[in-house]
């Protein structure tokens, strides 16, 4: 039996079964668009209900929160009364949940987003720079007094941040350098120029990806362990115990980590080098017949050193870029650990963006100045 009902004299006579499947079918505006047009209060007689679910108890209780909004009062009359109970049960609990229109921006609230988030990053940068101020302002002072420096902190986090990192960069850093080899292997066979594999994976792996591909497995791995450690000490109080007891945290907490990355990137990259040559020596050898010897004379002739150092000479501000950006978000973690996930994931990005942004920035520079 399905759901029947019929409108008279601004009464809903309710009959039938309305159950899931009887409901699923009727039309809700049409019903609300007949009790709108109520000259004063409307009915729902339910004398001739067979059945109803909690389905059709939450058709009704919509319809009457609905007619509500439009100033339109109604009330239900004859019910039986174990409907009663289940339409008291559902009343007590229900929640009217409107579905919401997406709102278009108009062209000043574009404008006016724009702004608000231009300030945000504003005030962001205008804290990183009150940080960085304080870590030089300690490391004058951790110059000047050698024996405040944490050695043993600082070998900790080359271990961690860096050696225990290789195996994962090496791993990156070989499949680099095949693709980039297996890539270019194709065309220069085309040509006959199957030397010149040498050049563009000598020059291209030592000065631009080597260095970027480390930095970004170092800004995923390591940015968000400093951020996560330095977020938990927050969290359980601990930077707040240690301040109280006139313990510096740069000189504690900071130092050691930025120059631990700082001192260790050139380490990885020179090993990201190396494994990414070998990876495109290894598609040379198979796919272009050019054997290892013969590849190592032409990398001395065509790659200048000059390209290896530009390499090298990245790895020390990456490392800087990385582990300040991760030691500053892990600093503006709140108390929660939900706030914990949220910025060590903006530590990653940032630490990834910034680096790619400065790869950009040198290689601009560099060329410019013609090396």
């Not at 899931?20 to 339910?46: P, W």
């Not at 389905?55 to 109604?74: E, P, R, T, Y």
């Not at 910034?354 to 950009?360: G, Q």
Request: glycine residues 6%; hydrophobic residues 55%; charged residues 15%.
């Amino acid at each position: 039996m399905s759901a029947d009902f019929s409108f008279q004299n601004d009464t809903f006579f309710i009959a039938g079964v309305w159950d899931r499947s009887s409901v699923a079918g009727l039309d809700f505006k049409g019903f609300l668009r007949h009790g709108r047009g109520v000259s004063g209060e409307l009915v729902f007689d339910f004398r001739a209900l067979k059945f109803i679910d909690m389905a059709g108890v939450v058709f009704f209780l919509a319809l009457q929160n609905d007619l509500a909004l439009g100033s339109v009062k109604s009330k239900r009359i004859n019910l039986p009364a174990n409907f009663q109970k289940l339409f008291e049960l559902c009343e007590k609990h229900y929640q009217r949940t409107q579905k919401e229109i997406p709102k278009r921006l108009s062209f000043f609230e574009f404008f006016e987003k724009f702004g608000a988030l231009g300030f945000e990053f504003l005030k962001i940068l205008k804290r990183f720079i009150n940080f960085s101020g304080f870590f030089f302002l300690t490391l004058f002072f951790t110059l000047k007094r050698p024996q405040t420096f944490r050695f043993v902190s600082f070998l900790y986090h080359i271990e961690n941040s860096a050696l225990k990192a290789l195996p994962i960069i090496i791993l990156t850093a070989l499949l680099v350098g095949v693709v980039l080899a297996y890539q270019a292997a194709f065309q220069l066979a085309q040509f006959g120029a199957n030397i010149f594999i040498v050049d563009l994976v000598g020059i291209s792996a030592t000065r631009e990806l080597a260095p970027l591909i480390a930095a970004i497995v170092i800004a995923g791995r390591s940015a968000s362990a400093y951020t996560a450690q330095i977020g938990v000490m927050k969290l359980t109080d601990e930077i707040a115990a240690m301040n109280t007891m006139g313990f510096s945290t740069f000189n504690f907490i900071i130092i050691p980590r930025v120059l631990a990355l700082m001192i260790a990137m050139p380490l990885i990259v020179a090993v990201s080098d190396f494994v990414s040559i070998l990876g495109g020596m290894i598609v040379a050898q198979v796919s272009l017949d050019i054997n290892f010897a013969e590849f190592i004379r032409r990398f001395k002739e065509s790659v200048e050193l000059k390209h290896i150092l530009i390499g090298l000479a990245k790895a020390p501000a990456f490392g800087f870029l990385i582990a300040m950006i991760a030691c500053f978000r892990g600093l503006e973690a709140k108390n929660t650990t939900q706030s914990i996930g949220t910025y060590t994931t903006k530590s990653v990005v940032n630490a990834i963006f910034w680096v790619i942004a400065f790869d950009a920035l040198f290689s601009v520079i560099l060329t410019q100045a013609g090396l």
